[in-house]
Structures are given as structure tokens and as C-alpha cells.
């Protein structure tokens, strides 16, 4: 999937730094940035005692510290061989959904720990729960939310919502082979990815119409997670964030822009509305 390209601003610069994992249960720091990041943030929640919050407003409150952090695009694509990357000095729109959601069930359940966000991030990023190989990462976010849902950490409320069916052939890796270097290099990958793709063709998918989302604010929550569907050929969503409640009451989307880092969009229908190619949202809600 894409994020979106629609807005201009400065962002915030940080050093390029990550760290990267060569395996699930193996770490190798490139450089201290990301676990010292890590640290500031449990820091920041225990000293405001977010573990005693709900898990909604715990996701609100981790993604307002990281106002401003730049966008960065491509940093789980790097390497040749699928590895398990942590980056929280820059953010793609899924990167921010799953690091902030990542760091807020490791202070909801008060461990505290590294290696509780790194499980966390694996849980949430990879279908069998297991880095194995580039197939094994959800690359589309509809099923990111269905792999996610059968694991109970989320639930997909779209069409409880009053969402209507979104008609979709999930295809377009296969059919954009060259725009992925993984699948443009290595049949197998692409005879694998051709597999998952099928795997979803019985996938029920739902979306909100871009006209009826403000209908819905009073029964959205902080921290829900909202990924904007697309009227693309075989693409289902093009870009993630949650939802923000502002203290005006304003219901807005917190998401990594291409052109402000993470920041807040005030109106969550508008910002829909301002791209042509975004004709509404699926809707899931992080559960405990």
C-alpha cells in the first residue's frame, strides 16, 4: 500500500538512525537512537501515568510525543532478506500505526521492556506472527486488520459502523511486480505473493463513504484506527492514521504525512475529502 502525498510543511530532523533486527529473537543495534526513543517514551508514561488509562487514549497520548517526528518512507523494504526493522526516529503511515499501537500495549501491561515492544511489533506485523520471510509481513493493511482481529487485538467495527461492502480484487502487488524490488528480483517471492493475494479473495471488506464518515464521529473513539480505502484497481487502502479527539471536541486523524512527519489533521472528513483517489475508511479498534 502507498501513503498519502497531499499536504506541505517542515517537519522535524532527526539523525537517520534505526535499529534493525536480524531475526525475531536476535537484536543488533546499529546505533543507540531508537531503544534511547523507547526509553524517553516509558519514561514519559509512567512519569504521567498513562498504564492506568484506557488503551485508546494511551494510543492518542503516545502519538502526540511523537508531533513533528519526520517522514520517512521504505525502512522495512532495505534489505534483500525480510528482516524484523524498529525505526522510531522517522515513520511511513503503517510504520506509526504499529510502533505507537506496539508501545502502548508495553505500557498498558507495564512491562516496560524492549523486548515486549519488539513482540509486540512482530505480533502485529506479520501474519503467523514470525519473521519468515517478505511474504510473511501483511502488506495489505485490509488483512492487517483481519490477521490482527484473529489474534484479539483489534476489532474490525466498519460495518457495525453502517459500512457498506467495498468490491475489491486485492491485486495490485502482482500486477505492479516492478514497483516492488523483493518480487521484481526473485520468482518465488512473486509465485508466494500470488498465493496470499488469492488467500484474500473471500475476504469481506467494508468501508465508511467518505460523505457519511462525519455521521460517525460521536461514535468514534481516541485511537481507533482508520485506513482510507481507495478506489485504485486492486489496492483496498492507500493511507493509515488513528483518530484524534481534540479537547475543542474535534474529531481529526493523527497520522505520519509526507510532508509534516506526524501531525494532526483536524477534521477527519475533510482530510478524506481533500484526495481524490480516498473514497472512505475502514475502522478498527485496538482491543486489550
Not at 100 to 112: H, M, N, P, Q, V
Not at 144 to 172: H, M, P, Q
Not at 207 to 218: C, K, L, N, S, T
Request: hydrophobic residues 35%.
Amino acid at each position: 500500500m502507498g501513503c498519502e502525498k497531499s499536504e506541505s510543511s517542515t517537519s522535524q530532523s532527526l539523525p537517520a538512525q534505526q535499529v534493525k533486527y536480524n531475526d525475531a529473537s536476535s537484536l543488533t543495534a546499529e546505533d543507540s537512537l531508537n531503544i534511547q526513543l523507547f526509553e524517553q517514551v516509558m519514561a514519559h508514561a509512567k512519569e504521567n501515568k498513562f498504564s492506568g488509562q484506557p488503551l485508546g487514549m494511551v494510543v492518542q497520548e503516545v502519538g502526540e510525543w511523537f508531533m513533528d517526528i519526520p517522514y520517512v518512507a521504505g525502512s522495512l523494504d532495505e534489505n534483500e532478506n525480510e528482516r524484523l526493522v524498529i525505526k522510531l526516529d522517522g515513520f511511513d503511515c503503517v510504520t506509526f500505526v504499529e510502533s505507537t499501537l506496539a508501545l502502548s500495549r508495553t505500557i498498558i501491561d507495564e512491562s516496560y521492556s524492549f523486548e515486549s515492544f519488539k513482540k509486540n511489533i512482530i505480533e502485529q506485523r506479520y501474519r503467523a506472527s514470525s519473521v519468515d520471510g517478505y511474504c510473511s509481513r501483511l502488506h495489505y493493511f485490509s488483512e492487517w486488520i483481519y490477521r490482527n482481529e484473529e489474534k484479539g487485538s483489534v476489532e474490525n467495527i466498519t460495518e457495525a459502523l453502517g459500512g457498506v461492502r467495498l468490491e475489491k480484487t486485492l491485486n495490485f502487488m502482482s500486477t505492479h511486480r516492478e514497483s516492488y524490488p523483493q518480487l521484481a528480483s526473485s520468482d518465488s517471492l512473486f509465485s508466494e505473493l500470488i498465493d496470499v493475494e488469492n488467500s484474500l479473495a473471500d475476504l469481506d471488506l467494508f468501508y465508511i463513504p467518505q460523505d457519511g464518515i462525519r455521521d460517525v464521529y460521536h461514535l468514534l473513539q481516541q485511537g481507533d484506527i482508520i485506513a482510507l480505502a481507495t478506489d485504485i484497481n486492486g489496492l483496498d487502502v492507500v493511507h493509515t492514521g488513528f483518530v484524534h479527539k481534540s479537547e475543542e471536541g474535534a474529531t481529526g486523524l493523527m497520522h505520519a504525512s509526507t510532508t509534516k512527519g506526524v501531525t494532526v489533521s483536524p477534521d477527519l472528513q475533510d482530510y478524506v475529502e481533500n484526495n481524490k483517489r480516498q473514497i472512505g475508511i475502514l475502522v478498527a479498534r485496538p482491543i486489550l
